[in-house]
């Protein structure tokens, strides 16, 4: 069994493997791991988390294992919007106006990314009544407002780099796709 904060699993899996419409990460010990990120949904004013992980706990059978992960990622969406706005403005015409503009554009290039929390469930698979419970947790999510989104092998292996060696620098290129907190 894993502790709290144990990576482990992650280091020792050996590879991947399809479940349905679903990429399974295998772990150390042959099961087969399911991810999926939890975010609000944008629509929805009334987002009740608390209440969504009370019911997802609640609906899971005595001897599964599901992990929430809580992680700080970096989030490059703010800074790049701030860098569009800035390459649009107008280039001022007195110097020190420029001057300014030009330390600005430097600044926002330079500085660190900001970082965004992200919220992701880790279900270690125990069977195919386990499949229907984990396509099913979108439908249970909808009414307090959060969505689901799983997973696929790209996503995985983006989240366990980040776990296993989590670089604060990373190029737009290299980041794994978000939705949000």
Not at 2 to 12: E, I, M, Q, R, S
Not at 33 to 61: G, H, M, N, T
Not at 112 to 122: I, K
Request: hydrophobic share 35%; net charge negative; with cysteine.
């Amino acid at each position: 069994m894993n502790g709290v904060g144990t990576t482990h699993a992650f280091v020792l899996s050996k590879g991947f493997t399809q479940v349905g419409n679903h990429s399974a990460l295998i772990g150390e010990d042959d099961t087969r791991r399911l991810f999926a990120e939890v975010y609000a949904d944008p629509d929805r004013p009334d987002v009740r988390p608390q209440e969504a992980y009370k019911s997802i706990l609640s609906s899971i059978q005595p001897g599964w294992t599901l992990r929430l992960l809580q992680l700080f990622w970096p989030d490059p969406e703010p800074r790049l919007e701030f860098q569009k706005q800035v390459s649009q403005w107008e280039t001022p015409v007195s110097e020190g106006l420029d001057i300014l503009h030009q330390g600005l554009s430097l600044s926002v290039q330079e500085y660190p990314l900001p970082f965004v929390r992200r919220t992701v469930l880790e279900f270690v698979l125990p069977g195919d009544e386990g499949t229907a419970w984990w396509e099913g947790l979108s439908g249970l999510c909808a009414g307090f407002g959060l969505r689901i989104r799983y997973l696929d092998q790209n996503a995985i292996e983006g989240l366990t780099r980040w776990i296993l060696n989590p670089n604060m620098e990373y190029k737009q290129s290299e980041m794994p796709q978000s939705c949000g907190a």
